[in-house]
């Protein structure tokens, strides 16, 4: 008996001590509509990506269905170790390491080569809500098996205290005025990074 209770006391206190590293590590929240998925860095189909953090990723239920409007939708945020200012450059060079990598390493095809990814982001001037705009042409290694083309607004918080960084990406094939991207406010930002 006394076996089972201590079983069950250490059970139970492996669970709180995961679920304070789950909140602490919580970037976003969503609600059950939305996939979560944590990858930390450095990214293994990545690692020309040279930060130190984590990676944490929402995805549409429906991502996967080219059918359905919320083909691609999704959303991730990159909770990093880092004071560098995000520009067009350092955007769109890790963005092609990033999505190269992935739709790489998850090709099915025997002796195809997956093609690269072209990026193109333009800085956005007084929006609040979006630093930046662009477009990636990448080829679908998990869906389609083609190229298409994605729409992604970016949004870089940094915190002084903690000399670090949040980018927030949000991706659609959906154009900007779509409804779907409204729905990405289902997925709720912690924006406040800094301890109090």
Same mark, same amino acid.
């Given at each position: 008996m006394k076996n089972r209770i201590l079983t069950t006391v250490l059970l139970l206190c492996t669970i709180l001590v995961f679920g304070q590293d789950e909140a602490k590590l919580g970037v976003l929240e969503s609600d059950t509509t939305w996939l979560k998925e944590i990858i930390k860095f450095p990214i293994g189909f990545a690692p020309e990506i040279k930060y130190e953090g984590y990676e944490d990723l929402r995805f549409a239920k429906k991502w996967r269905d080219s059918a359905h409007d919320d083909f691609w939708a999704y959303m991730f945020a990159w909770h990093i170790n880092s004071n560098e200012q995000q520009t067009v450059e350092t955007l769109e060079t890790n963005i092609k390491f990033y999505y190269d990598g992935i739709m790489k390493a998850v090709n099915? +095809? +025997?002796? /195809?080569?997956? @093609?690269?990814?072209?990026? %193109?982001?333009? +800085?956005?001037?007084?929006?609040?809500?979006?630093? /930046?705009?662009?477009?990636? =042409?990448? =080829?679908?290694?998990? *869906?389609?098996?083609?190229?298409?083309?994605?729409?992604? &607004?970016? +949004?870089? =918080? =940094?915190?002084?205290? *903690?000399?670090?960084?949040?980018?927030?990406?949000? %991706?659609? @094939?959906?154009?900007?005025?779509? $409804?779907?991207?409204? &729905? /990405?406010?289902?997925?709720? /930002?912690?924006?406040? %990074?800094? $301890?109090?």
């Open positions: 099915k +095809k +025997k002796d /195809f080569v997956v @093609p690269e990814t072209t990026v %193109l982001f333009i +800085k956005t001037e007084a929006n609040k809500d979006t630093d /930046f705009i662009g477009k990636l =042409y990448v =080829y679908d290694s998990f *869906t389609s098996e083609a190229m298409m083309t994605l729409n992604v &607004r970016v +949004k870089s =918080y =940094y915190c002084i205290q *903690t000399e670090s960084s949040t980018i927030l990406f949000k %991706l659609s @094939p959906q154009g900007f005025d779509h $409804e779907i991207w409204k &729905r /990405f406010n289902e997925v709720t /930002f912690i924006d406040d %990074l800094c $301890e109090k």
